[in-house]
């Protein structure tokens, strides 16, 4: 990125873990990629607890390119990024992934297709994320996905249920309420 020209660096004093002190998230963009990088500092000493990166031309990726929402937690913020996956001349898709920070590591807690194209077919997920405003309403995540093929469009939803025991969002069946029909 440093040959190309950053076009716009924006530093963030965030949460992301349950102590007290704010780690800093620093994202920097050019015309065509993007970098984050997440800083925690211990011991009066700053270190790396993650990067991500993003290179391609620019006009299929999302900005933003991450995100910080609280998900889980009320205070503690999850880093979401948008970032491409396989892809070839005439396929691809963009993945939106979360992470979270435990005991001073940085872990993938969901993983899914936000949009992907081939030759014949196409996908895309709209991410409905949990309000935290409660402390005890059960963490859902819903992807309302819809796929098309040779024009025959099929639409699902899938929930995904925070489940602190394994540090993930996993596959619940659709519960009444949470995918209904728009």
């Given at each position: 990125?440093?040959?190309?020209?950053?076009?716009?660096?924006?530093?963030?004093?965030?949460?992301?873990?349950?102590?007290?002190?704010?780690?800093?998230?620093?994202?920097?963009?050019?015309?065509?990629?993007?970098?984050?990088?997440?800083?925690?500092?211990?011991?009066?000493?700053?270190?790396?607890?993650?990067?991500?990166?993003?290179?391609?031309?620019?006009?299929?990726?999302?900005?933003?390119?991450?995100?910080?929402?609280?998900?889980?937690?009320?205070?503690?913020?999850?880093?979401?990024?948008?970032?491409?996956?396989?892809?070839?001349?005439?396929?691809?898709?963009?993945r939106?992934?979360?992470?979270?920070?435990?005991k001073?590591?940085l872990?993938?807690?969901?993983?899914?297709?936000?949009?992907?194209?081939?030759?014949?077919?196409?996908e895309?997920?709209?991410?409905?994320?949990?309000?935290?405003?409660?402390?005890?309403?059960?963490?859902?995540?819903?992807?309302?996905?819809?796929?098309?093929?040779?024009?025959r469009?099929?639409?699902?939803?899938?929930?995904?249920?925070?489940?602190?025991?394994?540090?993930?969002?996993?596959?619940?069946?659709?519960?009444?309420?949470?995918c209904?029909?728009?």
């Open positions: 990125m440093a040959e190309r020209g950053p076009k716009e660096a924006r530093l963030f004093a965030v949460n992301v873990d349950s102590d007290a002190d704010f780690e800093r998230v620093l994202i920097v963009t050019s015309n065509l990629d993007a970098g984050a990088v997440l800083f925690k500092k211990e011991n009066g000493i700053w270190w790396q607890l993650g990067s991500f990166t993003r290179c391609a031309s620019g006009s299929q990726l999302p900005d933003p390119f991450v995100e910080l929402r609280q998900i889980v937690w009320y205070g503690t913020n999850d880093l979401i990024v948008h970032a491409p996956g396989p892809h070839g001349t005439g396929v691809g898709e963009l939106l992934k979360i992470y979270r920070v435990w001073g590591r872990y993938k807690v969901f993983d899914v297709v936000e949009w992907a194209y081939n030759l014949s077919a196409s895309s997920s709209r991410i409905t994320y949990p309000g935290t405003d409660s402390y005890t309403s059960p963490r859902v995540i819903v992807v309302r996905r819809s796929q098309e093929t040779q024009n469009r099929k639409a699902t939803c899938i929930p995904y249920l925070w489940d602190a025991n394994r540090f993930f969002f996993v596959q619940i069946p659709p519960a009444q309420g949470l209904k029909h728009e």
